[in-house]
């Protein structure tokens, strides 16, 4: 399984959801960076779930254990291996599972792909319980870029047809960027807020699920990072970002949106402020020609909805190759959009250091 990534910083991921444990090895990290551990915990229990009645009951508390790689925590520059057990596990609930595949989820093309023996129990290797060890490595990096005034911070910008506020594209700042991330919802707005969780309520009375957008911005990086073509900024972001589970769009700036503009319209025009070059509006996210521009990078990732729902499903018997009702049990996320929010901050971290590191900037 192709479950690494990175150049300077290689991370490979390892473990399945209901093994006996998750976890991660990190090369290159550099020496002698410290490591708020409280910090890195309170980051990761962003994404913990049994948090809220909008997670799922599955009561893990994603505590890291450090086998190597860092001592009175200080990176030693040797590989980092973060293991998280998992203690609250209940593969009994998947076992009508195994032959009957679940619609939207990988089952049928893992079953197809490794002939049966791909451990799929709570979705294995392609659960979102695998983003916990991703949080743990962006943790860490997002620590090392703030000593380098280089901010991340990510809101749930809607669930349904609800819109949350969007972050000032041209004048953001580092409080508005970790607003999100102080509320038990992360989002912006209040009023926003009380809505979507009423429209949470009855989608999971009606014992279904929803998808979300999730908006991610970055603040600080110098002008003149990425690169033309094939390894520019969204390049590199893109492909780490369709490795989370449930990701099925990413756009950048005024994305989709911006091609109901004329060109006089989206073009953001110089101007100078305090002698410092920058642009009046923001609709190319802080990014051209795959190089950083000097203005907040901003991009949106969509996330689909909750593929295990409590409702009947049609599928089909692998074994006698007949259709078959499914009802799922487990439990489960009415919006993976909702703790997914800090995934995508650790993601754009973790690759924006890896970038740092590669052009020399770390």
């Known amino acids: 399984m192709s479950s690494n990534f990175g150049n300077k910083i290689k991370v ?31 980051f990761m229990d962003r994404r913990a779930p049994a948090k809220n009645k909008f997670g799922t009951k599955r009561n893990e508390k994603d505590k890291v254990e450090f086998m190597s790689g860092i001592v009175d925590g200080i990176l030693t520059g040797s590989p980092l291996t973060g293991v998280i057990f998992n203690r609250d596990h209940r593969s009994k609930d998947y076992k009508n599972l195994e032959l009957v595949p679940r619609p939207s989820h990988a089952d049928f093309t893992a079953y197809v792909k490794y002939k049966g023996f791909a451990d799929m129990r709570g979705g294995g290797h392609f659960s979102g319980r695998l983003t916990a060890p991703i949080c743990m490595v962006g943790g860490i990096a997002k620590q090392i870029l703030e000593r380098k005034n280089i901010h991340i911070g990510s809101h749930l910008f809607s669930i349904g047809d609800l819109e949350d506020d969007s972050y000032n594209t041209v004048n953001l700042s580092k409080k508005e960027l970790e607003l999100a991330s102080t509320s038990e919802f992360p989002v912006i707005n209040n009023e926003v807020s009380k809505k979507m969780q009423k429209l949470l309520d009855d989608i999971r009375m009606e014992e279904d699920s929803i998808g979300g957008i999730i908006q991610t911005g970055v603040l600080g990086l110098p002008i003149g990072l990425g690169n033309p073509m094939f390894d520019g900024i969204e390049n ?4 780490v970002l369709f490795g989370i589970p449930g990701v099925k769009g990413v756009e950048f700036g005024s994305g989709f949106e911006g091609t109901k503009l004329k060109g006089s319209e989206h073009n953001d025009g110089f101007d100078l402020i305090e002698g410092k070059i920058v642009t009046k509006t923001n609709n190319n996210g802080g990014i051209i020609g795959g190089i950083s521009n000097g203005m907040p990078v901003l991009f949106k990732v969509a996330m689909k909805p909750t593929p295990s729902i409590s409702k009947e499903q049609n599928s089909i018997n692998l074994n006698t190759n007949e259709r078959e009702k499914l009802v799922i049990k487990g439990r489960h996320d ?23 590191m590669e052009e020399g900037y770390i």
């Open 236 to 239: 590199k972001l893109a492909k």
């Open 334 to 356: 009415p919006c993976i959009a909702i703790r997914a929010v800090p995934v995508i901050e650790a993601i754009a971290a973790t690759v924006v250091l890896d970038l740092m």
């Open 12 to 42: 490979s991921i390892f473990g399945e959801s209901h093994g006996s444990a998750i976890g991660c090895v990190v090369d290159g990290f550099p020496a002698g960076e410290k490591v708020d551990t409280e910090k890195l915990e309170k």
